[in-house]
């Protein structure tokens, strides 16, 4: 069993800056593949962005925020960053981290295992 823990949101200005952490304890989650995903009012969950657990650490990004946002991830702190740069008004939302068993990239919610509580993110324009 893993359990994930985010933080780091908060209310930001349009064009600042913020980093989400997503904190494993259980098991440890080093073969895990991890992704962000997000919720706004009245949407559904969207994929943003998603890591490989190996070394190369290969990652995938949604196009809206490609170029933006940086996936990372630290297997000796059992913690995945999501650094969110030149954040937008469209970005606010409640941000998800999540694992899956599987290796690869994994783009699809249901793909994945374990969930998160959340953290928001508020943009001010």
């Known amino acids: 069993q893993v359990q994930l823990v985010e933080s780091g949101g908060g209310l930001v200005q349009a064009g600042g800056s913020l980093r989400l952490s997503c904190a494993a304890s259980g098991r440890t989650f080093n073969s895990y593949a991890v992704g962000w995903f997000r919720q706004a009012p009245g949407k559904e969950r969207e994929f943003v962005a998603s890591?490989?657990?190996?070394?190369?650490?290969?990652?995938y990004y949604a196009n809206s925020v490609k170029g933006r946002f940086t996936i990372s991830r630290d297997n000796a702190k059992n913690t995945v960053y999501l650094q969110m740069n030149t954040i937008k008004p469209e970005d606010a939302a409640v941000y998800y981290c999540?694992?899956?068993?599987?290796?690869?990239?994994?783009?699809?919610?249901?793909?994945?295992?374990?969930w998160g509580q959340g953290t928001q993110v508020t943009v001010s324009s």
């Open positions: 999540a694992a899956t068993r599987r290796t690869a990239i994994v783009v699809v919610a249901t793909e994945y295992n374990y």
């Open positions: 890591i490989r657990w190996s070394a190369e650490d290969s990652s």
